[in-house]
């Protein structure tokens, strides 16, 4: 069913008051036009909607049907920020968070960029995939994960699964659906939702717990998916593993996911970095046959030739050719079939024989080919001299050494510079290799000091585009650091001291409007630390103390103040207060440490007080409660328990007279006597109940009768 301004999109309802007046759903909050109801559960629901200006989100909503727990608002406005600090073109992009409402009706938004594309689950439909766009994929999805996963607090997104990568239209691989995600303070979240589809979860979900290893199950049984072209329940066998056999996949790759896939997490990869690096080494790439190797041996002479090299420094093809260049009072050694190289007697220490002169190295390409590997030189056993190291004719690294230490001018693909007895000293340029698939590998431009990194670095995209500024100190960040959106806005600016983040950092957006400054001491949050909103309007103010929350504070678009937490040490929560228009809502410790809930109107009166098990009301609620009337009289006590209403609950005249005696059982149902009086104390009326049901004798006035 399609967005109406006549109907909810979901029930075809009446819309009143921009909100479905049968299910609840909303209708335009914040201006995003909800267009349909892609999940929910208990705490909210996630929407397809649409922006002011046009584009599709995804918007999340949390929900308090009732009274909304200070903690709680907390969380959801600390994810908002968590969210936005990720910014990758392979996860969705931040776009708003904002609240409507107040009181009770209070709900908060948070509002996500939609990718186009489509889903590995949707393409599976019209392609199939081979063995090395498995790997593909694989990579860009570990290469995602790993960034989640070694962020300080962990992130596990608990869905992995097709229809939650998809392929942008500009060939990116994204994860979306972080409605199931949750960031971690342990290796092992414990005691976690029971989340997770059929298949894709890993055994260990289904009872609630999750660690780094989950999110790569997941991906595992996605790529089983693909191969099989049927969905990985469909392929489980009696012990609840996945049936590989009938899969088809290259020995490597099955090997990967078997040990991805097993039902026993300790078995498993301790998570995406090591299954991506595990994934690498199961390649096992095919060599390249005649046509590679004439054309290897090529590009071979034509990158030396770029390298400043001379063309009579590559060997001889012929192995027997090593010994005419064996210098003189050396023989030659090893084996023509992998390394040639030459031997001198030992000069004493009861060492026989020493490599001195040249040594060469061949890799096999099958029925009987090979090319030169590399090219060392050696002077009383120690390297000293020039190396070069070839892969399939391609040169891969050229050095020089001085009595076995790296010393002079180095070059390989990742990086090039010069070494001085075994360290680096001097400019160096270092290529990231191991990167996120969803970046590209940037150029760190500096200098080395003795083999510690010094002055100021610079990164850049390949094209030149500066990304960051770091300055060194010792092989430590010194001073301050500055990052740039790719439009040239600067992103960040903090200070480090002996590699500790110290004094003020700033974050913006790629507007230029601020949206973080926090105060950092010993690389610990001490201080004031403020976020703003999309338009730049303070958000929330947090105060830390060596990195704990000491006090929380939310703010409305307009500057006031709706909700302050008041923790009473560091990390440890003692009051948090929610401001309305109607009053306000207090959740603090009472005696013996419990967490009672007090409601307050907007005159400041008190008018109900009652148990909230946590603080967060995530569990039942066990206690006496009361509440007041306009003039602060006591008009109703009881007691609850689980949440309902037990024992003797008592209703009160103004002046303080007992006005109604009810009695329910431990389930809520009436159960005994149910007594009426008027204000001077007399009868009006008394009945019984049994289990909820009427019972026994009753009497109105001078009517009774007897119930049978």
């Known amino acids: 069913m399609t967005a109406s301004a006549s109907g909810c999109v979901r029930c075809g309802a009446a819309v009143l008051a921009g909100r479905c007046a049968a299910c609840g759903v909303a209708a335009a909050p914040g201006g995003y036009r909800v267009e349909r109801v892609l999940a929910e559960d208990e705490q909210g629901r996630v929407y397809l909607a649409r922006a002011p200006l046009g584009f599709e989100v995804e918007l999340r909503e949390l929900l308090f049907p009732r009274v909304p727990e200070g903690k709680a608002l907390a969380a959801f406005a600390r994810e908002a920020q968590l969210l936005r600090s990720l910014r990758h073109r392979a996860l969705p992009e931040v776009i708003a968070h904002f609240s409507e409402g107040d009181g009770p009706g209070l709900r908060l938004y948070l509002a996500q960029r939609r990718l186009e594309g489509r889903s590995l689950e949707e393409e599976l439909a019209a392609r199939r995939y081979g063995a090395e766009e498995l790997r593909a994929v694989a990579r860009e999805a570990l290469a995602i994960l790993a960034a989640l996963q070694e962020r300080p607090a962990p992130i596990f997104h608990r869905d992995v699964q097709p229809k939650n990568l998809l392929r942008t239209t500009s060939g990116v691989l994204c994860l979306t659906g972080f409605a199931s995600a949750r960031h971690a303070a342990a290796p092992v979240l414990r005691d976690a939702t029971v989340t997770g589809s059929l298949g894709y979860a890993a055994p260990e979900q289904l009872a609630g717990e999750v660690d780094a290893t989950t999110d790569v199950y997941g991906l595992a049984a996605t790529l089983v998916h693909l191969a099989a072209r049927r969905p990985p329940w469909e392929l489980l066998g009696p012990d609840r593993r996945l049936d590989l056999s009938r899969v088809r996949l290259p020995p490597g790759l099955r090997r990967w996911l078997e040990r991805a896939l097993h039902p026993d997490p300790r078995r498993r990869f301790s998570g995406a970095r090591e299954a991506l690096e595990a994934l690498e080494q199961s390649v096992g790439r095919r060599r390249g046959r005649v046509a590679t190797i004439l054309l290897g041996a090529t590009a071979a002479v034509v990158a030396i030739a770029l390298l400043g090299l001379r063309v009579d420094e590559l060997w001889r093809p012929a192995p027997d050719g090593l010994g005419e260049k064996c210098p003189p009072g050396a023989v030659l050694g090893g084996t023509a079939l992998d390394e040639q190289f030459c031997l001198m007697a030992g000069r004493g220490n009861g060492v026989k024989n020493v490599k001195h002169g040249p040594s060469v190295k061949w890799e096999s390409l099958g029925d009987g080919a090979k090319l030169r590997s590399s090219v060392q030189h050696y002077k009383d056993g120690l390297l000293d001299g020039l190396e070069l190291v070839w892969h399939l004719g391609l040169l891969q690294r050229r050095a020089s050494y001085r009595a076995g230490q790296l010393h002079g001018p180095s070059w390989t693909h990742a990086e090039h510079g010069t070494w001085v007895d075994g360290q680096k000293d001097g400019p160096w340029v270092q290529t990231e290799r191991e990167v996120p698939a969803f970046t590209t590998p940037n150029e760190w431009s500096g200098a080395y000091e003795r083999g510690e990194k010094t002055g100021v670095w610079r990164v850049a995209t390949p094209e030149g585009r500066l990304v960051s500024e770091i300055a060194f100190a010792h092989d430590k960040p010194e001073g301050k650091t500055v990052e740039w959106y790719p439009n040239g806005m600067k992103r960040l600016e903090l200070e480090y001291r002996a590699g500790r983040r110290v004094g003020l950092a700033t974050t913006w957006r790629e507007d230029g409007r601020l949206s973080q400054t926090a105060t950092w001491k010993d690389d610990e949050m001490d201080g004031l630390c403020t976020g703003y909103d999309l338009d730049g309007a303070k958000e929330v103010e947090t105060v830390y103390a060596r990195g704990k929350e000491v006090s929380v504070k939310h703010f409305r678009p307009d500057g ?18 929610l401001r309305f228009a109607e009053g306000k809502i207090a959740v603090e410790r009472g005696p013996g440490g419990a967490w009672v809930k007090t409601l307050f109107d907007e005159k400041g009166r008190k008018r109900y007080a009652g148990p909230t098990a946590d603080g967060q009301g995530s569990s039942p609620s066990n206690g006496p409660f009361r509440e007041w009337d306009e003039a602060g009289a006591l008009l109703r006590e009881g007691q609850i328990s689980n949440d309902k209403v037990v024992g003797a609950l008592k209703t009160f005249w103004p002046g303080g007279a007992l006005r109604m005696l009810e009695q329910y059982n431990s389930e809520g149902r009436a159960d005994g006597l149910f007594q009426q009086l008027d204000e001077r104390g ?27």
């Open 682 to 708: 007399h009868t009006i009326s008394t009945s019984w109940f049994l289990d909820g049901a009427p019972s026994g004798s009753w009497a109105i006035g001078a009517v009774s009768a007897t119930q049978r």
């Open 560 to 577: 006031s103040a709706y909700g302050e937490t008041v923790y009473a040490s560091p990390g440890a929560p003692l009051r948090t207060e």
